[in-house]
């Protein structure tokens, strides 16, 4: 299990094969301080790209950075996705920009 700190609260990480309801594909408990990502996921469940585990990951992580924040947007699912595609399109850049 990994652990990842965000501000003053870590998180454990966790990996699972698949969570409820089935187009579920990750989540954030704030008061268990977990992050539970499916490896499969959708009707019927299917196995999940790299790609899509990083993006998942992060849009909890965006979750967790705007409860933390005491934003009332870290309820906002369209906003945190987007933010979460942005990070994740910004990291790519640098990562890209390096080799």
């Not at 609260?9 to 539970?36: C, M, Q």
């Not at 490896?39 to 899509?52: F, I, W």
């Not at 909890?60 to 950075?65: F, M, S």
């Amino acid at each position: 299990m990994q652990k990842l700190k965000i501000g003053k609260t870590t998180y454990n990480v966790e990996h699972v094969d698949t969570l409820e309801p089935p187009l579920t594909r990750g989540r954030i408990d704030y008061t268990a301080r977990s992050i539970k990502i499916a490896k499969r996921a959708g009707q019927p469940r299917r196995k999940r790209s790299v790609k899509g585990a990083v993006h998942t990951l992060m849009h909890e992580v965006v979750h967790g950075i705007l409860y933390e924040m005491g934003s009332r947007k870290y309820r906002d699912e369209v906003f945190v996705d987007e933010l979460a595609k942005h990070i994740i399109q910004v990291m790519e850049q640098m990562t890209n920009d390096r080799t």
